[in-house]
């Protein structure tokens, strides 16, 4: 069983304490959604995890080892897929910069294979999460960090997408941070839920 640790994380601008002494733990058999209110300091946590905020205090670990180089088994999935994704690649590029995913997992996530000869600018938001969340699902994958990434999307689609998403994690042994203002959705798809005020003094 893989465990994702989070120790005495510390985080602010100057004398604004963003994060003070947050301690976080799960392992990738578990679905666990993160609530908190706006500017909480939610999307500033998933980054420290993730390995794009390098300046904090504390340690981030998986199985009691720091991510040093090399591909990071902790996936961040942002909310707006079209600012991680280079607008001059098709997608078979953007996809490829990760991996590429066998014919079931594209079924599972309904991605055409035409879509692939597309720009980004030429697919809607929820075909662009699609592939925003395969990229995440890399073989060496450990835990995803989903930060709002179904905010955006109508109904129909978040269904499909958490759905896939959820399917393909729990097949391959992936843990899951689902990161959300929306107390339904976490009631609905997680194992438990954490309220950041509780973890953090």
């Not at 203002?181 to 954490?194: A, P, Q, S, Y």
Request: with cysteine.
């Amino acid at each position: 069983m893989d465990v994702l640790k989070a120790e005495n994380i510390n985080f602010g601008y100057g004398s604004q304490k963003i994060l003070k002494n947050v301690n976080f733990e799960m392992n990738n058999e578990q679905v666990i959604g993160l609530f908190g209110y706006s500017g909480s300091g939610k999307s500033t946590l998933c980054k420290i995890l993730t390995g794009f905020i390098k300046d904090f205090d504390g340690n981030v670990t998986v199985n009691g080892q720091k991510h040093e180089k090399g591909f990071n088994p902790i996936q961040l999935i942002y909310q707006h897929p079209e600012k991680v994704m280079n607008p001059r690649w098709k997608m078979r590029d953007v996809m490829e910069e990760s991996w590429m995913p066998g014919d079931d997992i594209l079924d599972e996530f309904g991605i055409k294979k035409e879509w692939f000869k597309r720009y980004p600018s030429e697919l809607s938001g929820g075909e662009l999460q699609r592939f925003s969340i395969l990229r995440a699902l890399n073989p060496k994958t450990k835990f995803i960090i989903a930060d709002e990434i179904s905010t955006m999307l109508d109904a129909v689609t978040q269904v499909q997408i958490w759905d896939s998403l959820l399917t393909v994690a729990r097949k391959n042994n992936v843990g899951v941070l689902v990161v959300s203002h929306d107390k339904n959705l976490l009631n609905r798809i997680c194992d438990k839920i954490v309220y950041l005020a509780d973890i953090t003094d």
